[in-house]
């Protein structure tokens, strides 16, 4: 990592550390880590919307929140199987589906032979196949600085980016309790299918974060390595050396 420091991993002693709910907390660990917030707690926001209110202000400013019926809304748009970035997905899946087809790691340029004729068989125009050709070389560049980072391994590549989506839900499950606009059981309920989504499609921790920051700088960073993307990288190698991480005590497919 280049010269981010690594954020502090912090517990609650009252939260669970095992189980179905820890799961999907340990799925939240994104944002709540780089809040500074108890990972496995899911009452506990961060410094800045200590109050229902702050946090209720805070939903709305970012995401258009304004009543329980818009956070169960959100919640069960980030749970669907419809990507927030369906146009990357399309083109990952088919490159996991190669490699399955392989059964071996697909090379960029077998995927763009392989998407150059998806595009002459569905009659994408030159001007979209273009703009398309232009993402997945994004996601090379992404890839490759990822592999540097120690994001990959040597050879590695992003399966998917549902766990952009899914830990987002599960940190959504947690903001509906501070908010006020849910219950224990109903958080609960969200984040544990939170979890399930993330465990349908990534193959484990590292496989998960690989996708969320993927997700991450696709939507925000847009190839410029900045904070969207040196920020996850951080809580990545936290998560992926600190003693205590869930990710090294909890198995990704429990």
């Not at 969200?190 to 979890?195: E, K, L, N, P, W």
């Amino acid at each position: 990592m280049r010269g981010n420091r690594q954020p502090d991993l912090i517990a609650d002693p009252q939260g669970p550390f095992h189980g179905p709910l820890a799961h999907a907390l340990a799925c939240a660990v994104h944002i709540a880590v780089n809040a500074g917030v108890a990972w496995n707690s899911p009452n506990q926001g961060c410094t800045c919307c200590t109050k229902p209110k702050q946090k209720r202000k805070m939903l709305k400013r970012d995401w258009g929140i304004d009543s329980a019926e818009d956070w169960r809304s959100t919640a069960e748009t980030l749970l669907s199987d419809r990507s927030s970035n369906s146009t990357a997905a399309l083109l990952l899946g088919m490159r996991t589906q190669l490699a399955q087809q392989y059964r071996q790691p697909i090379d960029a340029r077998t995927w763009r032979d392989a998407f150059s004729a998806w595009c002459r068989q569905e009659g994408i125009t030159d001007n979209g196949y273009q703009q398309l050709l232009g993402l997945m070389g994004m996601i090379l560049d992404y890839e490759k600085r990822f592999t540097a980072d120690g994001l990959l391994p040597p050879g590695g590549f992003v399966s998917g980016i549902g766990a952009w989506d899914y830990g987002r839900a599960a940190n959504m499950a947690r903001w509906g309790i501070q908010c006020e606009y849910t219950d224990p059981p109903t958080m609960q309920w969200f984040a544990t299918r939170a979890s399930e989504q993330a465990r349908r499609h990534h193959a484990s921790w590292a496989d998960f974060s690989a996708g969320y920051i993927l997700g991450r700088c696709l939507h925000f960073d847009e190839g410029e390595f900045g904070s969207w993307y040196t920020t996850p990288l951080a809580v990545h190698q936290t998560m992926m050396s600190h003693p205590q991480s869930p990710w090294l005590h909890m198995p990704f497919h429990i």
